[in-house]
């Protein structure tokens, strides 16, 4: 339980620090920055959540958990936010930039949170 109290607060402090610095760079984004990093800060921990729990029931299996847990958030991305692939959707190259780098950058943290707890057993 010690884990995922402080995954869930690290987690946090990450999605509100990287909003309110990407709400301070960008002005007045197509897709809304709430919106955006709610899902990407539930998706993170979700996902650490579940790799930790996998890991716990059957370790060697790990990489296959989180390739699917990625395959799945991925997946999710997609349906929360039709705006990324549809053709006429009006989104410049910018904005979509402006939600596809912080995915990749909570998809670090991901990596990074994993790693850390591997490590410490």
């Known amino acids: 339980m ?3 109290l402080k995954t869930f607060l690290i987690v946090a402090f990450l999605t509100v620090a990287a909003y309110f610095l990407h709400s301070w760079w960008i002005v007045d984004p197509a897709i809304p920055l709430a919106r955006t990093y709610n899902f990407l800060g539930t998706a993170t921990f979700v996902t650490v959540s579940a790799l930790r729990f996998v890991h716990f029931y059957v370790p060697e299996k790990l990489g ?3 390739m699917a847990a990625i395959f799945v958030k991925c997946g999710l991305a997609i349906v929360c936010f039709p705006e990324l692939i549809v053709k006429n959707s009006g989104l410049n190259l910018m904005e979509v930039l402006g939600f596809l780098v912080p995915y990749f950058i909570f998809l670090f943290i991901e990596v990074v949170i994993v790693i850390k707890w591997l490590n410490d057993n």
């Open 64 to 66: 296959y958990a989180f």
């Open 2 to 4: 010690k884990f995922y």
